[in-house]
């Protein structure tokens, strides 16, 4: 097929056409090309999506429910992350901390035959912007919760996510208040975390 002679021939097509060919397209693709072809258009509408208290509930319980397709799994979680840094960015700090905690105890389980059924599973096989996930989960962390809790979220996400890490304590050092990073330093020396 030439992609130039197919392209001149959608032109020249009405909308309800195109997206008609869109819709075949999309059914006929499996879920990494429909992510790759698909996946910043559903990011922006998510991004621009206005939420309310239950529909950060909502995201919330369809995260506790772990479809059985790895591909799918795989799928709704950069979705879901997505979602959950729009909850913490419209204020919901307290929902987008259980929901983010969900999601990265998920991640950190990669590899558990619950979740994936690969021999070589990683943080890899799942879309979302982790990086983004992680400012707005401190960011909601330092928002609403004590030091104490502060420290307790903090620290399982530095011990479990050895390969950002350092963008973790970097995180929370921009977005932590006083008092939450003097415990969290305390923390690090005690438990002997290496960061930089």
């Not at 919330?60 to 840094?85: A, F, H, R, V």
Request: hydrophobic share 40%.
């Amino acid at each position: 097929m030439n992609a130039v002679d197919l392209f001149l021939y959608i032109e020249k097509k009405e909308k309800d056409e195109i997206l008609k060919l869109l819709e075949n397209a999309y059914f006929e693709m499996n879920s990494d090309q429909r992510q790759n072809v698909f996946g910043n258009v559903i990011s922006k509408k998510i991004a621009s999506t206005k939420l309310c208290i239950q529909d950060a509930q909502e995201i919330l319980d369809d995260i506790m429910d772990i479809p059985e397709d790895t591909s799918k799994w795989c799928y709704k979680y950069g979705i879901y992350l997505d979602q959950t840094s729009q909850i913490s960015i419209q204020g919901f700090h307290e929902i987008a901390i259980k929901c983010f905690k969900l999601l990265f105890d998920l991640i950190n389980n990669i590899g558990n035959e619950e979740i994936f059924y690969a021999d070589e599973a990683g943080q890899w096989m799942v879309n979302g912007d982790h990086e983004q996930g992680y400012k707005y989960y401190i960011t909601s962390l330092a928002t609403y919760c004590s030091p104490k809790d502060f420290v307790e979220h903090i620290i399982p996400l530095l011990e479990s996510h050895e390969s950002s890490i350092n963008k973790v304590f970097e995180k929370a050092i921009s977005l932590g208040s006083k008092e939450q990073l003097a415990l969290l330093n305390e923390e690090i020396t005690r438990l002997k975390i290496r960061v930089k």
